[in-house]
């Protein structure tokens, strides 16, 4: 039997873990797996949470992070990471030194502050060493408008806000900047890109009407995650990301659970990027 390693592009989820499947690491190993790559994983945070929303969370110590990070770089050697729920600043340190020992590979930073029922995922404190430690490392950012809010101090409230906010981050050290848009209310959504080079561009898609939408950043950020490391530029992994996540959503009602916010349905349409031969 051919190992599954070396037929599917090995990639890596920095992140916390949900309870209830929807989220953090669940929803990006499922759609890793969705979209042809091996999923590996360091756990920063055990959360008690369900479609109704977190209820508690254990940070996982920080050198047991760093030693799970370390064990995948040096072994199997991810060709893009995801990064996820970072609970608190000696977690974060310690991620940022283990990606510096590992440079040339994708990035992806996630900047997860606040879960969508109001849960407080990251302190204070923790922000500030985030944006100082890791925003200059990483290939992208994808802030949803809370935590871009959060992050400038801006209101985020229309399309004009949100290229402001997203400019005001880009200022921060870090390369580029995808501010997503789905907490603003009409018919179309809009997700907004601005890099370090002056390149600005505007996703658009429809408003789909769906309660399927938990994990849905998390699902986002780790399907460009995906995408990059099968060799799409980054503009491309947005599009064909973004592609992905609205078939999750317009799907999930196949696999609603729970009384609030269901997951999306992230193997509505498996593409595996390199056929396997399990002769």
Request: proline content about 5%; glycine content about 10%.
């Amino acid at each position: 039997m051919t190992s599954l390693l070396h037929q599917y592009l090995p990639v890596l989820t920095i992140a916390g873990s949900d309870s209830g499947g929807g989220a953090g690491i669940q929803a990006d190993m499922k759609t890793f797996a969705a979209l042809g790559c091996y999923g590996t994983s360091a756990i920063t945070a055990i959360t008690v949470q369900n479609t109704l929303g977190v209820s508690a969370i254990h940070p996982v110590p920080a050198e047991i992070v760093a030693g799970q990070i370390a064990a995948v770089i040096n072994d199997i050697k991810p060709k893009a990471i995801k990064i996820g729920m970072l609970p608190n600043a000696e977690t974060i340190r310690a991620v940022a030194r283990l990606l510096k020992s590992y440079p040339g590979t994708p990035v992806i930073l996630d900047p997860v502050s606040v879960a969508s029922s109001g849960y407080k995922l990251m302190n204070e404190e923790a922000v500030g060493i985030l944006q100082q430690e890791l925003f200059p490392l990483a290939t992208l950012l994808t802030p949803n408008l809370p935590e871009a809010a959060m992050l400038t101090g801006l209101p985020v409230a229309n399309l004009a806000d949100m290229y402001s906010a997203a400019s005001r981050i880009l200022k921060s050290g870090c390369k580029a900047v995808l501010l997503k848009g789905g907490h603003l209310t009409g018919n179309k959504l809009y997700n907004v890109y601005v890099d370090e080079s002056g390149y600005r561009q505007q996703f658009e898609s429809d408003y789909i009407a769906s309660v399927s939408t938990h994990g849905t950043g998390c699902t986002l950020s780790s399907a460009i995650t995906a995408y990059l490391a099968r060799g799409l530029g980054l503009i491309q992994a947005i599009e064909q990301a973004g592609t992905y996540v609205n078939n999750a959503i317009a799907h999930g009602k196949a696999v609603k659970t729970g009384e609030g916010n269901g997951p999306l349905n992230h193997f509505f349409a498996p593409e595996p990027a390199i056929k396997v031969n399990l002769s």
